[in-house]
């Protein structure tokens, strides 16, 4: 069962409480019986794992693959002619020379 954490309104006490995912409390006393508050409790979406992390909710995402395959392809151009041109210097380190 998912873990959620509340605030409490008024205590500002943060309760964590294990319940199903479509049950929702409202007041201190429900998430935590013991309790004499009565103050009102907030969920908190604080989940690090899903809203910090997702990188796949920003739009960057879709852009990245299609520029640095262009990237590489202009490399490789711009390699393939200072191979013909006799300049070996740019095949160096991070791309393998185009062996035939
Ligand atoms: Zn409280």
Redesign the pocket.
């Known amino acids: 069962m998912p873990t959620y954490d509340y605030e409490?309104q008024?205590?500002k006490?943060i309760i964590e409480v294990y319940h199903s995912i479509t049950k929702r409390l409202k007041t201190?006393k429900e998430a935590d019986p013991e309790?004499k508050?009565t103050?009102e409790?907030v969920r908190q979406f604080g989940n690090p794992e899903v809203v910090f992390k997702g990188k796949g909710w920003t739009p960057k995402y879709g852009k990245t693959g299609p520029s640095k395959r262009q990237q590489e392809k202009q490399f490789n151009e711009m390699n393939n002619q200072l191979n013909a041109m006799g300049v070996k210097e740019a095949s160096a380190d991070e791309v393998p020379p185009p062996t035939v």
């Open positions: 409490c008024k205590c006490k201190h309790t508050c103050g409790v």
